[in-house]
């Protein structure tokens, strides 16, 4: 059984019951979703601030986009890009940060900077130096499934499976394992077909035993699932984010913070009867019972 709780930086978060939502801030000109928006420093600190308005309980700041067909680029530049990004933030607001990084050189920097988090797309795989950065900084981190082909037996054992090695990575370099979030992988390594598997059988990873991420936002399962382009996924991240709630993830990675957090307390309301919802200002209708008669409260 998992912990009920988790500290990432100076917040504990409640991983038994609650869904959080992570902010994403790309300081990249070229991430799929939102490249060249927020690589300029009032940018990205006007947009983080706009996040944290709107809900969000960390931010998760990358400085090398990992779209299909990316170009890679140095760890110094992805360190230029990043650390002071970083402490500027850390300075300004009171919120988690996380390093979206898969390079033990960039997640050094970024946790000097003030980073309390590293989220490796590559679930410690791909530098193996990694591991000893976290933990000898007793960071958090965020885990994700990948690999380099998409040859699986059975898929969601195989996922399993490399989620479990990825786990002995990280106990072998004494990670603590209340530090630990596992993420699927959506659109990595998958087809789109792996990739609905996942999103629909989300639950069954909650045997491995750690609180789970669902980055699904504005991703290409959901283009093609809906034939839509970037910029017009919102309303498929927000299925896919019912589903997380449902499936029981502590975290979605998003792009569209406001719009996610009201999906997220609309299905908590639902699934836990109204118990921590928030009274809407004026709403003096909460215990009136609605039908489709002379009660309705409105059309």
């Not at 936002?217 to 299925?239: C, H, M, N, W, Y």
Request: glycine share 10%; with cysteine; hydrophobic share 40%.
């Amino acid at each position: 059984m998992r912990k009920k709780t988790m500290q990432i930086g100076n917040r504990i978060f409640d991983v038994a019951d609650s869904t959080y939502i992570m902010g994403i801030l790309n300081v990249t000109p070229d991430s799929f979703s939102d490249g060249g928006q927020y690589n300029h420093t009032d940018a990205a600190l006007r947009h983080t601030e706009k996040m944290i308005a709107e809900g969000a309980d960390l931010i998760d700041i990358g400085g090398e986009s990992t779209r299909p067909g990316y170009k890679k680029i140095t760890d110094d530049e992805e360190i230029e890009r990043t650390a002071g990004i970083i402490e500027l933030i850390k300075d300004r607001f009171d919120i988690p940060v996380s390093i979206d990084t898969y390079k033990s050189k960039v997640a050094s920097a970024a946790l000097q900077a003030g980073a309390d988090m590293v989220n490796d797309i590559w679930g410690l795989k791909y530098d193996k130096a990694l591991a000893k950065v976290i933990s000898g900084a007793q960071a958090a981190c965020c885990l994700m499934h990948n690999r380099r082909e998409t040859a699986y037996g059975d898929f969601m054992e195989d996922v399993k499976t490399d989620l479990r090695e990825t786990l002995a990575i990280a106990g072998n370099a004494g990670i603590a394992e209340d530090k630990i979030i596992l993420d699927p992988g959506v659109g990595f390594a998958k087809t789109y077909e792996n990739n609905l598997e996942i999103i629909r059988r989300l639950g069954e990873l909650e045997e491995l035993g750690f609180p789970l991420l669902l980055g699904t936002s504005q991703k290409s399962v959901i283009g093609f699932a809906l034939d839509l382009p970037v910029g017009e996924r919102l309303e498929g991240t927000l299925a896919t984010t019912v589903l997380g709630v449902l499936a029981g993830c502590a975290f979605v990675r998003v792009h569209d913070v406001r719009e996610n957090k009201r999906a997220i307390q609309m299905t908590k309301a639902i699934l836990e009867g109204g118990r921590h919802s928030g009274e809407m200002a004026g709403d003096t209708k909460k215990n009136v019972p609605l039908s489709c008669g002379e009660n309705r409260e409105e059309t």
